[in-house]
């Protein structure tokens, strides 16, 4: 009779024992990310904004790792690209100012994309990384022109692509600095406000901060 109470105090404690030293292998890991952005337009997003740099831009990122080097989650941003021109516009949407303008035009493009992404990560996970992704989803784009009192806009989503490159550099209690290189291009979708084309390309140099969060899964 006395066995049984120490049978169930044995097993209690294996028990205990075997939950808190749960191997690391399940150990899981999110890695969050927030950037300052500063981009090159280049092709229509160049002639229809006349910018030549921007320096308007910020993105997030999320990144669930399946996998010690291998990584899924989610890209969103903001990039705002803004000229000022004398150049005569063809405006191509009839229900809003048919024919050219010409004056000084003060244009912009909105380009807001919301993408899956995946990535490879290079090196060893509390050291120096250098990662590779492809982010492919949506873009939702505004072009705007404002002459005088008057405005012309035109909003469109587009699907895009946007390869990254980039290097994680750990500072200490799971914060990281981060730097990377990313294409964005939104395929045509819609009638191009002015131009011969709506497609949007540019390139983009973001600095960020990241933070690793690691967790057990419940099961």
Do not use: C
């Amino acid at each position: 009779m006395k066995k049984r109470p120490v049978l169930i105090k044995v097993l209690f404690l294996l028990i205990l024992t075997l939950g808190l030293l749960r191997p690391l292998s399940a150990q899981k890991k999110v890695f969050g990310l927030l950037t300052y952005d500063m981009s090159i337009p280049f092709e229509n997003t160049k002639d229809f904004s006349v910018a030549g740099f921007s320096w308007r831009g910020l993105s997030g990122q999320v990144r669930f790792f399946l996998k010690p080097k291998l990584s899924a989650g989610l890209y969103f941003g903001l990039q705002v690209f803004h000229g000022e021109t004398m150049q005569t516009a063809d405006i191509n949407l009839k229900d809003k100012i048919p024919g050219a303008i010409t004056g000084t035009q003060f244009r912009y493009i909105n380009s807001i994309p919301i993408m899956l992404g995946i990535n490879y990560h290079a090196g060893k996970d509390t050291g120096t990384q250098v990662f590779f992704g492809l982010n492919a989803g949506v873009f939702a784009v505004e072009e705007k022109i404002d002459i005088g009192i008057f405005s012309v806009d035109q909003f469109a989503w587009h699907f895009g692509l946007a390869p990254e490159i980039g290097v994680i550099l750990p500072m200490g209690y799971n914060l990281s600095l981060t730097a990377s290189v990313k294409y964005s291009y939104a395929f045509n979708a819609g009638t191009p406000l002015a131009g011969q084309s709506s497609n949007q390309s540019y390139l983009s140099l973001s600095i960020g901060l990241g933070y690793t969060y690691y967790f057990f899964p419940p099961f």
